[in-house]
């Protein structure tokens, strides 16, 4: 079910020479400098009414599983033009034009560890129906769909949602696993990410869960502590082109996963989001899409922000281990 409704905001993409790397400053509507102090902000996510469980009151929506609504304070929404502004060459800003939308689950208290098979299936095929829909729009050329649960996590409402960007660019770490992936296929006409999962079968030690179609890994360099990655078997860089089979295998592997890190960790926040190929009409078949899961355990502390390099405290090896025996 998609709910259509044009949203304005203030918002804009800035260039950050030195990194080089795009930032969205996306005001949000009537927010005050002191709005941001701490007490307050945890206070405001404590004490905010609902705002999503009003759609669900609506006759319309009231049986509905989900609801796929614009975000009310959008960092990207359709606008007239999308032309580079330069203040100086130092500083340039282009509009955060795009599409930024929400899937809100029914249950307010319903969280993904809660959800059945079916459950699983029909949320799925809304994120692959999304994909092609906000695909075919003249100024997309990539989707980031993405789900935060939790305050670690940086979710702002506790009611459950996915949300899903469709921009004209992609990031930097998309950008980089496109590149390893592309370079890796030109020396060894292979996938990286189908001989990663190669080995990973041969090694054993780092599995977390597999089912016909998909493979769960902790990855060999984890960022953050139970890092899992879900990946097909099989080749496959276009997440939109997921099977009905595929899909029912997905949501299986999505949900014991899932299961287990809650059972494990005492329901940790997280956040997991898809990699796939750009829709930007360019050949990716080099590329193998996946989803990363991220939990939030630990934060991350001057020297990961410094320098780039995360440390974690678990093995992936030990987690994979642990999260394997979790019986759900
Ligand atoms: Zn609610
Ligand atoms: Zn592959």
Redesign the pocket.
């Known amino acids: 079910m998609f709910f259509k409704k044009v949203v304005k905001s203030k918002s804009e993409l800035r260039y950050d020479i030195i990194n080089k790397d795009w930032v969205v400053v996306a005001e949000g509507r009537g927010k005050r400098p002191e709005d941001f102090k701490k007490k307050k902000t945890d206070e405001a996510i404590d004490n905010m009414p609902?705002a999503?469980?009003d759609y669900f009151a609506q006759e319309k929506f009231r049986d509905k599983n989900f609801v796929v609504i614009p975000n009310k304070f959008p960092a990207f929404f359709p606008q007239k033009n999308n032309l580079l502004k330069t203040d100086n060459a130092l500083f340039q800003r282009l509009p955060s034009n795009g599409f930024h939308e929400v899937v809100v689950f029914n249950d307010?208290s319903k969280q993904l560890t809660d959800f059945s098979q079916i459950d699983w299936e029909e949320l799925l095929g809304i994120y692959q129906q999304r994909y092609t829909e906000l695909s075919k729009e003249k100024i997309v050329n990539y989707v980031s769909i993405f789900h935060n649960h939790g305050k670690m996590a940086g979710a702002s409402?506790?009611?459950p949602h996915s949300q899903i960007i469709a921009i004209p660019f992609f990031d930097k770490d998309l950008s980089i696993s496109l590149n390893s992936s592309r370079e890796f296929f030109k020396e060894k006409s292979q996938c990286l990410f189908c001989a990663t999962n190669r080995a990973e079968k041969s090694v054993q030690t780092r599995i977390v869960f597999e089912n016909s179609n998909f493979l769960a890994i902790c990855p060999f360099a984890s960022k953050v502590n139970f890092e899992v990655v879900i990946s097909p078997k099989n080749h496959l860089p276009y997440f939109e082109k997921i099977t009905k089979e595929e899909k029912s295998d997905l949501a299986q592997i999505f949900g014991e996963v899932l299961k287990k890190i809650g059972y494990g960790l005492e329901f940790p926040d997280y956040n997991f989001y898809l990699h796939t190929s750009p829709c930007d009409d360019k050949e990716y078949s080099f590329f193998h899409w996946h989803f990363t899961i991220m939990p939030r355990i630990s934060v991350w502390a001057g020297f990961e922000l410094g320098s780039g390099i995360e440390i974690i405290t678990m093995p992936p090896e030990k987690a994979a281990e642990y999260l394997r025996k979790i019986k759900i």
């Open positions: 609902c999503f469980c307010h409402l506790i009611h």
